[in-house]
T-cell receptor, first 113, second 111 residues
């Protein structure tokens, strides 16, 4: 089945830093989604990307749908403490039998002590 | 607020028991998805329903079942519970099978 490799698995941020994470796959996707999950809460949709090459921003967040349709990245600019959490990428493949959403393993964003 | 509601928020039960988790999708969404997330793990897709019919199955155990009712709410039934079934269970909904919006989850603890 399709696998999504999300990296890094975890990262430490210092307030004001820019951070970046990405997802890669051996297969193409029709849509890329980025979610953030706080502990004990449901994933919250941050950005949805629908076309190859698309670059979309949502406040301090910017994400791109790779031109090959096999990868996507998410950037957070000028990080703040509330950016801490787990970020998941998800690739959506349209199928006649039912669209399939595959999640990456997540990037855990932590604050530098 | 995603518009997806789930009840209960917390559930504590014993091994061997059966529980039912409930999900109401966003207004107008026909698709409902169920996911399991164990501690510090990713999201495992269990099952999808579309307008009352099962559409796709993931890694769902035979002890688990789901259904979607005419009013589009969905229930996930977990039976013969084991300690390893303790997890967060999320429901998500979508309108056209694309972007999924997640509910707040039900935390199941099996003692």
């Amino acid at each position: 089945g399709q696998q999504l490799n999300q990296s890094p698995q975890s990262m430490f941020i210092q307030e004001g830093e820019d951070v970046s994470m990405n997802c890669t796959s051996s297969s193409i996707f029709n849509t890329w989604l980025w979610y953030k999950q706080d502990p004990g809460e449901g994933p919250v949709l941050l950005i949805a990307l629908y076309k190859a090459g698309e670059l979309t921003s949502n406040g301090r967040l910017t994400a791109q749908f790779g031109i090959t349709r096999k990868d996507s990245f998410l950037n957070i600019s000028a990080s703040i403490p509330s950016d801490v959490g787990i970020y998941f990428c998800a690739g959506l493949l349209f199928k006649a039998a039912g669209n399939k959403l595959t999640f990456g393993g997540g990037t855990r964003v932590l604050v530098k002590p | 607020d995603s518009g997806v509601t789930q009840t209960p928020k917390h559930l504590i039960t014993a091994t061997g028991q059966r529980v039912t988790l409930r999900c109401s999708p966003r207004s107008g969404d026909l698709s409902v998805y169920w996911y399991q997330q164990s501690l510090d793990q990713g999201l495992q897709f269990l099952i999808q329903y579309y307008n009352g019919e099962e559409r796709a199955k993931g890694n769902i155990l035979e002890r688990f079942s789901a259904q979607q009712f005419p009013d589009l709410h969905s229930e996930l039934n977990l039976s013969s519970l084991e300690l390893g079934d303790s997890a967060l269970y999320f429901c998500a909904s979508s309108s056209r099978g694309d972007t999924q919006y997640f509910g707040p989850g039900t935390r199941l603890t099996v003692l």
